[in-house]
């Protein structure tokens, strides 16, 4: 016969469990620890003063060694490591960013280093870092109390985004693209409001897409995972967790479906070519000034289509030289690179319009971004 299979156990104490709790492997009790550890808000200090005592032994007194052990292990599995390969720092999943060209939050605080032939692309860095500070405080407001204190402590270790705040994020992001072009644009800042939403509204599905795909390639490279939101992540492999608070009455199974299809067909595969073509941040500010200013937002006149055209010519202009100051020699493929990824994007966008219908008749995302 065969042998027993051996039970499960806590990933923190190591004593046997029957199921999951706050998603991880883990025994109610150090889950109903992590909690109260977290609503208190205390500063915990090691009882040996090294750090080691759940190494030492799992069913350690020490809470310190304990409630950085459950942190550890809930970054590890949302950024998809092993629980196994964690160590007991808890801020093993900050915000710091892999390559020195990637643009955060921290964007905005920095001097400027490059030469005056590219000023549209400098005053876009700056303002796209503005727009990631207020994404980064304005979804403090959507997320749970476990990432709040972490933001709180200037750590950012990403949730799993849900249902219940994914709408509320997207509005953050829509209202700050508004501001990030007006400030990046003197021409979009000049057109009434009406204009300025008819071609953020227009164009937000391609542009927040875009967005999620160059944040997600630099963050989660080696995996399929996502980032709907400057704060959250999404993995097709658990969208259970993101389906946890969707309305009453929805099908879940049918949902969960139809998210994982969709995803897979459109951001999964383009996730793909995001990370072979690898984005410079002058390349990117071009990829989402293009996505702003095209020909195929609805209900332009003349005017508008002379607009998108002069600043689609800055652009490329810009572009050319940032291309000359680095020495490229590969400009042609590399441009044509770039301009691939801009129609596939687009395509993106025009597919996620065409499921926002379906989910909606789902009972789902009644109410978008408006």
Same mark, same amino acid.
């Not at 007006?182 to 409001?193: A, G, V, Y």
């Given at each position: 016969m065969a042998a027993a299979e051996e039970p499960e156990r806590c990933l923190i104490c190591e004593v046997p469990i029957a199921e999951m709790h706050l998603g991880i492997m883990c025994c109610r009790a150090c889950s109903v620890f992590y909690k109260r550890t977290l609503s208190q808000k205390r500063v915990l200090r090691c009882k040996e003063g090294d750090g080691q005592c759940i190494l030492k032994n799992p069913k350690t007194t020490c809470r310190k060694c304990r409630y950085e052990r459950f942190s550890s292990i809930l970054s590890a599995c949302a950024e998809g490591r092993p629980a196994e390969d964690i160590s007991s720092d808890s801020d093993s999943m900050d915000f710091t960013p892999s390559p020195s060209c990637f643009l955060d939050h921290t964007t905005s605080m920095q001097s400027d280093s490059a030469?005056?032939?590219?000023?549209?692309?400098?005053?876009m860095k700056r303002a796209y870092g503005v727009l990631c500070l207020m994404r980064k405080?304005?979804?403090?407001?959507?997320?749970t109390t476990q990432i709040y204190d972490q933001l709180q402590r200037g750590i950012i270790n990403f949730a799993y985004a849900t249902y219940g705040n994914v709408v509320p994020n997207a509005r953050i992001m829509y209202t700050?693209?508004?501001?990030?072009?007006?400030?990046?644009?003197?021409?979009?800042?000049?057109?009434?409001?009406?204009h300025q939403h008819l071609f953020v509204y227009g164009n937000f599905d391609m542009l927040n897409k875009t967005d999620d795909l160059y944040r997600s390639v630099q963050h989660f490279p080696d995996c399929d995972t996502l980032m709907p939101s400057y704060t959250t992540i999404f993995r097709v492999d658990r969208?259970?967790?993101f389906l946890v608070d969707c309305p009453p009455g929805v099908n879940k199974e049918e949902a969960g479906a139809e998210f994982v299809k969709n995803t897979k067909r459109s951001l999964v595969t383009n996730k793909a070519h995001f990370k072979r073509v690898q984005l410079d941040g002058e390349e990117f500010m071009a990829l989402l000034g293009l996505g702003l200013w095209n020909d195929n937002t609805p209900?332009?006149?003349?005017?508008m289509i002379e607009l998108v055209k002069k600043n689609r010519s800055v652009i490329m202009?810009? !572009? @050319? $030289?940032?291309?000359?100051?680095?020495g490229r020699t590969d400009y042609a493929g590399r441009l044509g690179?770039?301009?691939c990824l801009l129609v596939n994007m687009q395509k993106?966008?025009? !597919? @996620? $319009?065409?499921?926002?219908?379906?989910?909606m008749l789902m009972n789902m995302f009644n109410e978008y971004v408006t």
């Open positions: 030469s005056n032939e590219t000023p549209t692309f400098e005053k405080n304005g979804e403090m407001g959507t997320c700050g693209l508004l501001d990030f072009f007006s400030t990046s644009f003197e021409d979009f800042r000049n057109l009434s409001k009406e969208v259970d967790e209900n332009s006149d003349d005017e202009r810009e !572009l @050319h $030289k940032h291309y000359a100051r680095k690179d770039l301009l993106v966008g025009d !597919l @996620h $319009k065409e499921d926002e219908q379906v989910y």
